[in-house]
């Protein structure tokens, strides 16, 4: 009921745009992003309440990436700009436990599969 998706191979300084399309069950759940690269952490790279009215970004990404939701469609938008190869991971989505959404993993309850981006240099 998670499904990430439109990771691809673009080099730096492009843009792309990941979709995460949720079922009905997550309608009044937070959403977020996280990111793991190859023998790295998971990070987090962004969230957003159930209403789409509160949003946060890690500080890796700020400036560059957006968050944003359309529950009518049922898909979190994650717009990335200015591409670096340190963003290239695999980008995850995550449903929290309640309609907002916070920094830590610990927060999520459900995962979707991941979509890969890799960024050229």
């Known amino acids: 009921q998670l499904q990430a998706y439109g990771g691809g191979l673009v080099q730096s300084g492009d843009s792309l745009r990941l979709s995460c399309a949720f079922g009905?069950?997550?309608?009044?759940?937070?959403v977020g992003w996280f990111r793991q690269a190859p023998g790295k952490e998971r990070e987090f790279v962004a969230s957003?309440?159930?209403?789409?009215?509160?949003?946060a970004l890690g500080d890796s990404v700020k400036g560059r990436f957006t968050i944003s939701r359309d529950n009518a469609k049922s898909i979190v938008a994650l717009q990335m700009n200015d591409l670096k190869v340190e963003d290239s991971a695999t980008y995850y989505c995550?449903?929290?436990?309640?309609?907002?959404?916070?920094?830590?993993?610990?927060?999520?309850?459900?995962w979707g599969q991941g979509t890969l981006v890799t960024v050229s240099s």
């Open positions: 009905r069950a997550f309608s009044n759940n937070g």
């Open positions: 995550a449903a929290a436990r309640t309609p907002v959404a916070a920094s830590s993993s610990t927060y999520y309850n459900y």
């Open positions: 957003i309440g159930w209403k789409g009215g509160t949003t």
